[in-house]
């Protein structure tokens, strides 16, 4: 990992124009590639750099940054004076493909400065026995007395991906805690096996509601189903990168879809979306997967895209700073390189605009002062901090 003084990089260079076939059910959205005046409506800052970052979360009522690095190291950044730490107590992790350490979340009910005795959730892929693995997630609380000696004490597993199987993609494991803070939504990816995500006897292709300690949260749709697991939500899902609550409450992901069909989903209690009977994709061989239609029986997504814009992470601005941003989406594109701005009006949405960052992004979160913070994706990924112009 390096540290760097933040240094101030110009972005002023007219956005590249970025084709979209963005569409929501009611046809194309119109798709700006940047600003009226042709300028990007903030400038950047790169504030650090680390290795492989996958999630960044500012500790609730705090300027201090957590950032989780692939490979399996959590890291811990006072922003106001850009020290960094390492975070001990972090569990092993199974690293290769897209599987390591994965989400972070806290709990806005111990929001305060002091960080020592606070909750931290983290996730991340687990092995095995033989060649399988599958997401997990984890808490413990936080001693930290300073930015360079901060640990997790007892951290314990609360909720396993079932059931853990062969290969290294799509654990998903985006973690959500509930506006009222009671609640835990974990996104359960398809693990690339694409039927057990319509097969309700397991949580792949799923996301999932918990209590606080990982038990299944009373009041899920399908508890008194003989068979089904107790803790899930919704499922037909494939690979959810992104998630967050409105202001209203409502849950909204973003997921990719194969070749083709990534989606921008309204998540409703019980809700089946399709993977893989239905997507606006096709499978990587070439072969069709028919288009979702009026009377399929399945959710729809508000937004797709094809081509696709491989979503990295996904935020929901609620703050002041950024004038047209306040209680829409931002999603960090790995593919594209961009930040893609979906206005959301009520339960419907539409992209409106697209901005060229250069690089895959891989994580994106909301300071909180309401800057926006990136984290690009891969090795040496810089993290950014953007402000208005």
């Known amino acids: 990992m390096k540290c760097l003084n933040p240094i101030a990089v110009a972005l002023s260079l007219p956005a590249l124009a970025l084709a979209s076939c963005a569409q929501a059910d009611s046809g194309d959205s119109a798709v700006q590639t940047a600003g009226e005046s042709g300028e990007r409506p903030f400038t950047s800052e790169v504030m650090a750099v680390f290795e492989e970052p996958w999630a960044i979360e500012f500790a609730p009522g705090t300027g201090v940054l957590f950032v989780t690095e692939q490979g399996g190291s959590l890291k811990v950044m006072d922003t106001a004076t850009g020290e960094i730490g390492t975070v001990s107590g972090v569990p092993a992790v199974d690293y290769g493909g897209q599987g390591g350490l994965g989400d972070i979340a806290f709990l806005p009910g111990e929001a305060d400065t002091n960080l020592t005795g606070r909750t931290i959730y983290l996730s991340f892929a687990e092995a095995g026995e033989g060649d399988t693995r599958g997401a997990a997630l984890g808490r413990g609380k936080l001693d930290c007395n ?3 000696n901060c640990s997790i004490q007892g951290f314990e597993v609360i909720w396993r991906q079932a059931p853990k199987v062969t290969g290294r993609g799509h654990y998903s494991h985006r973690i959500q805690v509930s506006p ?11 693990r690339q096996k694409q039927t057990p995500a319509q097969d309700l006897s397991n949580t792949l292709g799923t996301i999932v509601r918990l209590n606080l ?5 009373e009041g899920n749709p399908l508890a008194d189903r003989e068979g089904v697991p107790d803790e899930t939500w919704s499922w037909g899902h494939r690979n959810i990168l992104g998630m967050d609550f409105d202001a209203e409450g409502r849950l909204w992901e973003t997921e990719h879809g194969p070749k083709g069909g990534d989606e921008l989903n309204l998540v409703e209690r019980g809700a089946n979306y399709g993977w893989p009977e239905r997507s606006f994709g096709i499978n990587y061989n070439g072969s069709p997967i028919p288009d979702h239609s009026p009377d399929d029986g399945f959710a729809k997504p508000e937004v797709h895209w094809t081509p696709v814009i491989a979503p990295g992470d996904m935020i929901i601005h609620s703050g002041e700073m950024f004038e047209g941003w306040r209680g829409d989406a ?3 594109g790995l593919k594209t390189k961009a930040i893609i701005h979906v206005t959301l009006e009520g339960d419907t949405a539409r992209e409106t605009a697209r901005y060229d960052m250069g690089s895959r992004l891989r994580s994106i979160e909301e300071g909180p002062d309401g800057a926006v913070w990136i984290a690009e994706d891969g090795e040496d990924g810089r993290l950014l901090k953007l402000t208005p112009r």
């Open 330 to 332: 931002l999603i960090a």
């Open 213 to 217: 300690d990982g038990t299944p949260a």
């Open 180 to 190: 009222d803070g009671r609640h835990l939504f974990v996104a359960s990816g398809d």
């Open 146 to 148: 300073a930015t360079d």
